[in-house]
T-cell receptor
Framework: NAGVTQTPKFQVLKTGQSMTLQCAQDMNHNSMYWYRQDPGMGLRLIYYSASEGTTDKGEVPNGYNVSRLNKREFSLRLESAAPSQTSVYFC????????????FGPGTRLTVT | DAKTTQPPSMDCAEGRAANLPCNHSTISGNEYVYWYRQIHSQGPQYIIHGLKNNETNEMASLIITEDRKSSTLILPHATLRDTAVYYCIVRVSNTGNQFYFGTGTSLTVIP
């Protein structure tokens, strides 16, 4: 049982390049989330997926797209990376029973130059 | 979901109890108080949650005031490994999907 896994762990992009961050969970959770965390800041929700086949915007969705490929996988795509998207990206899934807590992945550290 | 207010930083001596406060004056009747912590650069980790009653688990205790407008997370015997950022979140438990983490309290446990 690996929990929530994310790839890659580190990535450097040039402005304008695109990339996809991958996330997978093996806990059979319905809901999955993507957050970003800037230095010295808390986490901000980018997108979430309440269940397979559905996605919704969070606080800061601009510049990102997501795909809920199946129940296990939820990917985050940057179509044209900008320096303002330099951040640590965390994926999470939420337990389906009480206390409905979130489980987080180890994060992807992205730098856009 | 109601927003929360936490002090930006706190220190605690190793072996002492760490008491981390959180204000949530606009909390609704069906909203729970959740606490998470984030140890340097890792993903946040769930600690405890509660609705009205005080709660205790193997990690911590949660004290919620009678009017539910504030709460305190207690780490009874802080260790150096408890140095982390602690987030207080208020939300409906099993519905809704927005989690607002805020900036949390940075707790430093001092040897």
């Amino acid at each position: 049982n690996a929990g929530v896994t994310q790839t890659p762990k580190f990535q450097v992009l040039k402005t304008g390049q695109s990339m996809t961050l991958q996330c997978a969970q093996d806990m059979n959770h319905n809901s999955m989330y993507w957050y970003r965390q800037d230095p010295g800041m808390g986490l901000r929700l980018i997108y979430y997926s309440a269940s397979e086949g559905t996605t919704d915007k969070g606080e800061v969705p601009n510049g990102y797209n997501v795909s809920r490929l199946n129940k296990r996988e939820f990917s985050l795509r940057l179509e044209s990376a900008a320096p303002s998207q330099t951040s640590v990206y965390f994926c999470a899934s939420r337990a389906t029973g009480s206390p409905y807590e979130q489980y987080f992945g180890p994060g992807t550290r992205l730098t856009v130059t | 979901d109601a927003k929360t207010t936490q002090p930006p930083s706190m220190d605690c001596a190793e072996g002492r109890a760490a008491n981390l406060p959180c204000n949530h004056s606009t909390i609704s009747g069906n909203e729970y108080v959740y606490w998470y912590r984030q140890i340097h650069s890792q993903g946040p980790q769930y600690i405890i949650h509660g609705l009205k009653n005080n709660e205790t688990n193997e990690m911590a205790s949660l004290i919620i005031t009678e009017d539910r407008k504030s709460s305190t997370l207690i780490l009874p015997h802080a260790t150096l490994r408890d140095t982390a950022v602690y987030y207080c979140i208020v939300r409906v438990s099993n519905t809704g999907n927005q989690f607002y983490f805020g900036t949390g309290t940075s707790l430093t446990v001092i040897p």
